[in-house]
């Protein structure tokens, strides 16, 4: 059902008009969904299924639904749930958030280099990013990520943000934001569970070992910016 687009017959509102419940229309399940919005809603509207509160059994999982043209992300759809008695183990969305940066520093003969990571697993080389956690806005999980994986403090310069979307797999739409960061240590302290090896690069040479597009014109815009040629 994630991704799927239904009609859904509204009939109450739970949460100051964020959080409605409703049927599906035409459907022979009559278990109640939830719809978060950030609108007034009434009557019937369309919507995507955008998340699965699983629960023990089938029957104690919900439908997290939202209108069409709506989007969010894990964190607020758990701050929305919050405000019923649903309890459950875990949850199933389609879009993901996650935040990160191109990290650079000028070494000592006064060039730029950019860190590249590989991830646990991971088959390509990127830059440091992680979901965003509930209270936290997109710097903030930046820094965070950064810190955790890598072990640097690093200062973002303003005005650089970057996003690129993509499907990796499935009905599953991830988002990430990047923004541009300066470090001032060479020393990287990864985390084993999320990094399995870091270098530092010339632009020209990340533009190279970079496989995605979305990271190479990420890339494109660092060099503009750090007026590089």
């Not at 439908?63 to 989007?71: N, R, T």
């Not at 650079?104 to 590249?116: A, C, T």
């Not at 739409?173 to 060479?186: C, I, M």
């Amino acid at each position: 059902m994630l991704g799927k687009t239904v009609t859904i017959d509204i009939f109450g509102t739970l949460a100051d008009r964020r959080l409605y419940s409703g049927f599906m229309c035409g459907s022979n399940d009559m278990r109640q969904i939830y719809v978060i919005t950030n609108s007034e809603l009434h009557g019937t509207i369309d919507c995507t299924i955008i998340a699965a509160a699983v629960g023990e059994t089938s029957l104690q999982t919900r439908l997290v639904a939202a209108p069409v043209d709506e989007v969010f992300y894990e964190p607020d759809i758990v701050q929305r749930l919050s405000n019923t008695s649903l309890r459950y183990k875990k949850i199933n969305c389609i879009y993901e958030k996650s935040c990160g940066a191109v990290i650079y520093r000028i070494n000592e003969k006064n060039d730029i280099r950019i860190l590249l990571v590989k991830n646990h697993n991971g088959k390509c080389w990127t830059f440091p990013k992680g979901h965003i956690e509930m209270g936290e806005n997109e710097q903030q999980t930046a820094l965070r990520e950064i810190k955790e994986e890598t072990g640097l403090s690093v200062e973002i310069v303003p005005g650089f943000r970057q996003t690129s979307s993509y499907r990796p797999f499935g009905k599953i739409r991830k988002t990430a934001v990047f923004f541009l960061a300066r470090a001032e240590k060479s020393i990287v302290s990864m985390q084993p569970s999320e990094i399995d090896y870091y270098l530092w690069v010339s632009i020209d040479e990340a533009m190279k070992m970079c496989r995605h597009e979305n990271d190479t014109n990420i890339l494109r815009e660092v060099r503009k910016r750090l007026a590089v040629s």
